[in-house]
């Protein structure tokens, strides 16, 4: 374990910080370390959370690597400095002892759907500015993806249940075990008085590799299989994990220590071309989860994995594409199979809705600002982008806070 003090001796204070420059939320990283060192806690907290409500998720979930961390000076000839382990420290005893006081209240409500990295930030913004916000939530607790997509070993469940005691001291509702759309409907949320309805439900539905078999009963997919491990309890001892994102990584490290003696990765390219984290990958690696590279599914099956080899291949103008080889295919034996290869969004709210637009991969269509094509109705977060980070999400919902603020006052 660093000295964090140490740590923090060891930043330059430089009048051009790269780190900053490179954090997606621009996190006063100079400042905040300064503060650290004077021993002011409390101070360094306070910054932190007025730029980034969700500085202490992010703290531990970014890829640091490309950020903060990866744009160090200090990391030119040495080790950088470890900014995120002293955000860590500040931003979680700042959540756990700071109370807040419901500010002067409005008569405006405003309906969040989706309490995830996006809804919890709009929350606390508006919150804080004395609207009166309601967050509805499919799921049984706060938290959205941060709480069942990410697993518990590596974001703790009980620093996100300390953002709900936050946000109960503002006064802000909660209606869990609620899906928009079936029953309540956006429309009827409006005739209900909401000024103004946010969407950050993210991406919940599981895309499929449209291949034979994966409705097998020994085949199961990565997002849903992240809400509760402990209910996937008949996985076997040989797991393989299909993909190469953060998410596959996830669920290849939570197999392993769910009692999965061996866990693959099976991917369709190379080291170089995975979409995860280094970080993550190295991590996975330390688990002992172990990767069958270059190998494309062909069918499911109640036994293993029929597959193809591959091989990257370059194009008469530099572009790297990948290859199936012909007469290399083959049989991996496996208990269970879970498939990670990205998340698109439920159409539950779109299809009960009059004047809201998709794309054609479903995402909600926004304008930059997150309106929506319906009027009062707002959008951001993986529904709108696809999967994203967590600091990319509470970044935006910030813009599309203002932008919501801007219209109700406009619409009075």
Same mark, same amino acid.
């Given at each position: ?192 008085? /909401? ?25 199961? /997919? ?84 029929? /597959? ?12 790297? /594409? ?91």
């Amino acid at each position: 374990m660093k000295n964090l003090l140490e740590e923090a001796e060891r930043c330059l204070q430089c009048k051009n910080p790269k780190c900053r420059k490179f954090c997606p939320i621009d996190t006063a990283i100079p400042e905040a370390i300064a503060l650290y060192k004077e021993g002011k806690i409390m101070e360094a907290g306070e910054m932190l959370f007025e730029n980034n409500p969700l500085t202490a998720v992010c703290a531990i979930v970014c890829p640091h690597e490309d950020q903060c961390k990866g744009n160090c000076i200090k990391g030119i000839k040495g080790e950088p400095v470890s900014f995120c382990d002293i955000e860590a420290e500040v931003s979680r005893y700042y959540l756990e002892n700071v109370r807040f006081k419901p500010a002067k209240k409005r008569e405006e409500s405003v309906a969040i759907i989706g309490a995830g990295p996006a809804g919890i930030t709009l929350a606390f913004v508006l919150a804080k500015e004395g609207y009166d916000i309601t967050i509805f939530d499919a799921h049984e607790k706060l938290g959205g993806i941060l709480r069942y997509g990410i697993p518990e070993y590596r974001l703790p469940n009980e620093l996100i249940d300390l953002y709900k005691d936050r946000l109960r001291e503002l006064g802000v509702k909660f209606r869990p075990n609620t899906l928009i759309g079936p029953v309540i409907t956006l429309d009827r949320m409006l005739e209900d008085g /909401y000024k103004a309805i946010f969407i950050g439900t993210g991406v919940w539905n599981p895309k499929p590799l449209n291949i034979k078999g994966e409705t097998l009963g020994n085949v199961h /997919y990565a997002i849903d299989y992240l809400k509760a491990p402990q209910a996937y309890d008949n996985l076997g001892d040989r797991v393989v994990i299909i993909g190469a994102g953060n998410v596959a990584m996830d669920a290849s490290r939570t197999a392993k220590r769910n009692g999965a003696k061996e866990v693959f990765v099976m991917y369709r390219k190379g080291f170089e071309n995975m979409t995860c984290t280094k970080a993550e990958l190295e991590e996975a690696k330390e688990d002992g989860v172990k990767f069958e590279l270059f190998k494309a599914p062909l069918e499911l099956t109640k036994t293993g994995v029929k /597959y193809i080899e591959t091989k990257n291949e370059t194009d008469e103008n530099g572009k790297v /594409y990948t290859k199936t080889l012909e007469g290399t295919e083959g049989f991996f034996e496996c208990d269970t199979t879970i498939i990670a290869v990205s998340q698109n969004p439920r159409n539950n709210i779109v299809s009960t809705t009059t004047g809201l637009d998709t794309n054609k991969w479903g995402l909600l269509v926004t304008d930059e600002v997150g309106n929506t094509t319906k009027k009062g109705v707002f959008a951001s977060g993986d529904v709108v982008t696809g999967a994203k980070t967590v600091v990319q999400a509470a970044a935006h919902a910030k813009v599309v806070a203002q932008e919501i603020m801007k219209y109700i006052e406009e619409n009075k």
